[in-house]
């Protein structure tokens, strides 16, 4: 079974980038889409980003578009989500989560979609 760790948040001001990444353990997550989600207090959880197996697709929420950048990299197992500009409002745990399809070339946006979850990395991101 596939495991997924998080790592990458912290606290950061407004303005300021991070870089999150995903690694899976275990097993591999080669030929499926891999996808970033986030949930804030008292809020349900929603797609950040996702990523298709070969990355040759991209998904942004319109929130985040043209602030974070998804990419993997096969080789290393990982996936990773370039957040520049923060926000206040990007303050979340943010979660990446693995496709439950193979090779499926149109992403996905609904949590459960996905089928493996990593445990979440908390972003504050201060005004």
């Known amino acids: 079974q596939v495991q997924l760790v998080e790592s990458g948040g912290g606290l950061v001001q ?23 989600f986030r949930q804030a207090p008292g809020k349900e959880r929603d797609i ?3 990523i298709t197996w070969n ?14 950048t998804i990419s993997r990299d096969n ?4 996936v990773y989500l370039q957040m ?4 206040p409002e990007d303050t979340a745990v943010y979660y990446c ?12 946006a609904a949590p459960s979609r996905y089928k493996y ?3 979440g ?5 201060s005004s």
Do not use: H
């Open 97 to 108: 989560a693995v496709d439950s399809l193979m090779f499926v070339p149109v992403l996905g």
């Open 48 to 50: 950040v980003a996702a």
């Open 14 to 36: 407004a303005g300021g980038s991070l870089r999150l990444s995903c690694a899976a353990s275990g097993g591999t997550f080669r030929g499926y889409a891999v996808g970033w």
């Open 117 to 119: 979850w990593g445990q």
């Open 75 to 78: 080789a290393k197992n990982t």
């Open 121 to 125: 990395t908390q972003v504050i991101v």
């Open 55 to 68: 990355a040759e697709r991209t998904y942004y929420a319109d929130s985040v578009k043209g602030r974070f």
């Open 84 to 87: 520049n500009s923060l926000k």
